[in-house]
């Protein structure tokens, strides 16, 4: 039944996976070809951008390590199977009609995002191994580097005689993008929000069609009494310092006032986390026993993304207190559990609305790569129709192909 793919609703074509995968192989080529291209047109990015922004400052940086990491990422989805025409299920019914739902492209996906270039791969790379156009709305800050990137892209479409506009770089302005959203000038079938609370409203506000949000981070653990402390100390530190830009970072940490030996540990976590540079602010609980350190001005501070070496420590009375401080203030990014329980985790992970929820292991894990996933276009924290890392697979809806034999239906 191939020769039913024939065009999308965009009227791209269906291509087959060899062409597909050999304009990745192109593409591998020409960036490590154009590595010092497109080093230089970061630079311009970087000399420009006013650093008053570290977070964004460090995803605006595209070093040797960033174009290596973008090559893996193409390379990787090169070596994934193609995820379009893939049969879900089949069924032969009653009246003879024959069901079959397959998987197919949404069409064209728009990923509007902050800083960092390597979107510019990521998101490219796995719309169009599945058979979607993509519109590419990147932020000023990263004006030069999204362009020889896009380039590049367009380069290697070229070389295997396919259209420019399977990628293709939006360069607008607020306004422009504001009235692109309102009124698109061509079909657009999915949007992409990848930044902070600001940007994800603004295209909620004006977007026409479906959005899938990919939401901030501010990330919780919970530590719980049954929590081994050795444990919670490596893990804590991992997801709060490893990478404090990232997504998937740590910005508020829970401690169960029942733990044993409650206020040494809360000391503890003090001493240890203001060595590695971590400002600490706390809740009014905790201020009773750290009553050195700042106290947050208000609740609204708990729905803060800190993007930064910056904590928010508070007290939980019990889990129950704690799921539902999670539940009302988290971003729905990811939250984790510190306890030997095996049951009272399942507990609280099941009552989580988070699109990752561990137990004993760091929040920096969500993450496409991390997870098994591959490259990834964003994390999504919504819940349809998919939900954490946005892959090769999440790129596709479904179609039902219903075959028949003059069958009406009475």
């Known amino acids: 039944m191939t020769n039913l793919f024939k065009y999308t609703t965009t009227n791209m074509k269906f291509l087959d996976t060899e062409t597909k995968n050999n304009v990745l192989q192109s593409m591998i080529n020409i960036i490590d070809k154009k590595r010092d291209e497109i080093l230089a047109e970061n630079k311009k990015d970087l000399d420009a951008f006013e650093r008053d922004d570290q977070a964004l400052y460090d995803r605006l940086v595209v070093n040797q390590g960033k174009i290596d990491g973008m090559i893996t990422a193409i390379r990787q989805v090169k070596g994934q199977d193609d995820p379009v025409g893939k049969k879900i299920s089949e069924l032969k019914l009653d009246n003879g009609l024959e069901v079959i739902n397959k998987t197919d492209p949404f069409g064209t996906i728009m990923i509007i995002y902050e800083s960092r270039p390597d979107v510019t791969i990521e998101a490219a790379v796995l719309a169009f191994k599945a058979n979607n156009k993509i519109l590419l709305k990147g932020g000023r800050e990263a004006y030069n580097s999204n362009k020889v990137l896009v380039k590049c892209w367009h380069e290697a479409l070229q070389q295997n005689n396919l259209d420019k506009d399977w990628i293709k770089m939006l360069e607008m302005n607020r306004d422009e993008t504001q009235e692109f959203l309102r009124n698109p000038t061509e079909k657009l079938d999915l949007i992409v929000p990848r930044g902070g609370e600001r940007l994800i409203d603004f295209v909620k506000q004006h977007a026409k069609c479906a959005v899938l949000i990919s939401g901030r981070g501010n990330n919780f653990m919970y530590i719980s009494?049954?929590?081994?402390?050795?444990?919670?100390?490596?893990?804590?530190?991992?997801?709060?310092?490893?990478?404090?830009?990232?997504?998937?970072?740590?910005?508020?940490?829970?401690?169960?006032?029942?733990?044993?030996?409650?206020?040494?540990?809360?000391?503890?976590?003090?001493?240890i986390l203001t060595e590695k540079g971590v400002e600490i602010i706390v809740d009014n609980k905790t201020k009773k026993v750290l009553s050195d350190l700042e106290e947050m001005e208000s609740v609204k501070v708990w729905k803060e993304e800190f993007l930064a070496m910056k904590i928010l420590i508070g007290t939980a009375e019990d889990s129950k207190e704690a799921i539902e401080l999670i539940n009302e203030h988290s971003g729905k990014h990811s939250a984790i559990i510190m306890t030997e329980d095996k049951n009272d985790a399942i507990a609280f992970m099941e009552q989580i609305d988070s699109a990752a929820v561990y137990q004993n292991a760091s929040s920096r894990f969500t993450d496409g790569g991390a997870m098994g996933v591959g490259a990834e276009l964003a994390i999504s924290t919504d819940k349809l129709h998919h939900r954490g890392p946005l892959g090769l697979k999440q790129l596709t809806t479904n179609k039902y192909y219903v075959f028949g034999d003059g069958q009406t239906r009475d």
Do not use: F, G, M, R
């Open 225 to 271: 009494p049954e929590a081994d402390w050795n444990k919670t100390i490596k893990v804590l530190l991992n997801a709060k310092t490893d990478k404090t830009s990232a997504c998937n970072a740590l910005d508020n940490i829970l401690i169960d006032k029942n733990i044993p030996n409650y206020e040494e540990k809360l000391k503890d976590l003090k001493s």
